[in-house]
Nanobody, 125 residues
């Protein structure tokens, strides 16, 4: 199971770090991802990191502003978010994939089998 935390209300331009802790035994062998769902919109991919943390894949909308990292010793994945803007307002979900690597294409929701409960981020202008 995955437990996400760290969301909140911030002003535009601020930074925030989300965390997601896993209780699973295969944490270090799984690619982990962050997705988000804004009000009235479909859930979208944000970023993913391979099991070894050697590879990442970022959505264009967050590239250069968000950084994903993981600590396999603590079964935790982090999402550092900088230069936040109101368009980043969403519920953020962490998820674990069926595989351990990062491919050439953007990961899909169906690649992920375990999902956290989500944490709300609201960015005010």
């Amino acid at each position: 199971q995955l437990q996400a935390s760290g969301g909140g209300l911030v002003q535009a331009g601020a930074s925030l770090r989300l965390s997601c802790v896993s209780s699973g035994r295969t944490f270090s062998r799984s690619t982990l991802g962050w997705f988000r769902q804004a009000p009235g919109k479909e859930r979208e991919f944000v970023v993913a990191i391979s099991g070894s943390a050697g590879s990442t894949y970022y959505a264009n909308s967050v590239k250069g502003r968000f950084t994903i990292s993981r600590d396999n010793a603590r079964n935790t994945v982090f999402l550092q978010m900088n230069s936040l803007n109101p368009e980043d307002t969403a519920v953020y979900y962490c998820a674990a994939a069926f595989y351990s690597g990062i491919g050439y294409f953007e990961p899909r929701e169906t690649d992920f089998h375990s999902w956290g409960q989500g944490t709300q981020l609201t960015v005010s202008s």
